[in-house]
T-cell receptor, first 113, second 115 residues
Framework: AQKVTQAQTEISVVEKEDVTLDCVYETRDTTYYLFWYKQPPSGELVFLIRRNSFDEQNEISGRYSWNFQKSTSSFNFTITASQVVDSAVYFCARNTGRRALTFGSGTRLQVQP | DTGVSQDPRHKITKRGQNVTFRCDPISEHNRLYWYRQTLGQGPEFLTYFQNEAQLEKSRLLSDRFSAERPKGSFSTLEIQRTEQGDSAMYLC?????????????FGSGTRLTVV
């Protein structure tokens, strides 16, 4: 199986700090998709971003930004000026075949007021 | 449409009992997926349907597990003779069949505890 590794199990920051969540993936494919999801305490996985392997441009959406580095097989996620509402577990994922997603083990982010 | 609904939210059962979970996808979505998430881990793919056809099953889906989507709308996931190792969150997701779009919408899951 082509793994997704999120080495940071838990990160704690104080509100307004910037924080980067790391994601490294394995791939033998030339075409693939990468994702980030947020899982708040309610349990529902909330889609944040999808990126295909041909698009290496970094993306910014409000306080969120993503850095895709194909050369190092990484797809890192940065939250700028973190807020308490950002506290959640964040998952990085990639497609496996045409339908399924393979998720990393997640990074729990705690933002302290 | 309020999204993907799963019922029940929580289920506690004794080892050896059978349990069934239900998922109602977003109405216009023709693809439906089941994932399992154990504590401290990411979700793991179990199976997926396109309309009523079950097109892919993971090796995780042992013969005690069966999923159906009889009319291409809601789906059920049944676990027979539950074991303590089945304790997990069972997540359902749905999407439109648009190639590699992967526009999944997940439900809030059913948390199963086997005692």
């Amino acid at each position: 199986a082509q793994k997704v590794t999120q080495a940071q199990t838990e990160i704690s920051v104080v509100e307004k700090e910037d924080v980067t969540l790391d994601c490294v993936y394995e791939t033998r494919d030339t075409t693939y998709y990468l994702f980030w999801y947020k899982q708040p305490p309610s349990g529902e996985l909330v889609f944040l971003i999808r990126r295909n392997s041909f698009d290496e441009q970094n993306e910014i959406s409000g306080r969120y930004s993503w850095n895709f580095q194909k050369s190092t097989s990484s797809f890192n996620f940065t939250i700028t000026a973190s807020q308490v509402v950002d506290s959640a577990v964040y998952f990085c994922a990639r497609n496996t075949g045409r339908r399924a997603l393979t998720f990393g083990s997640g990074t729990r982010l705690q933002v302290q007021p | 449409d309020t999204g993907v609904s799963q019922d029940p939210r929580h289920k506690i059962t004794k080892r050896g009992q059978n349990v069934t979970f239900r998922c109602d996808p977003i109405s216009e979505h023709n693809r439906l997926y089941w994932y399992r998430q154990t504590l401290g881990q990411g979700p793991e793919f179990l199976t997926y349907f396109q309309n009523e056809a079950q097109l892919e099953k993971s090796r995780l889906l042992s013969d005690r597990f069966s999923a159906e989507r009889p009319k291409g709308s809601f789906s059920t996931l049944e676990i027979q003779r539950t074991e303590q190792g089945d304790s997990a969150m069972y997540l359902c997701a749905s999407s439109l069949a648009t190639g590699l779009n992967y526009g999944y919408t997940f439900g809030s899951g059913t948390r199963l505890t086997v005692v």
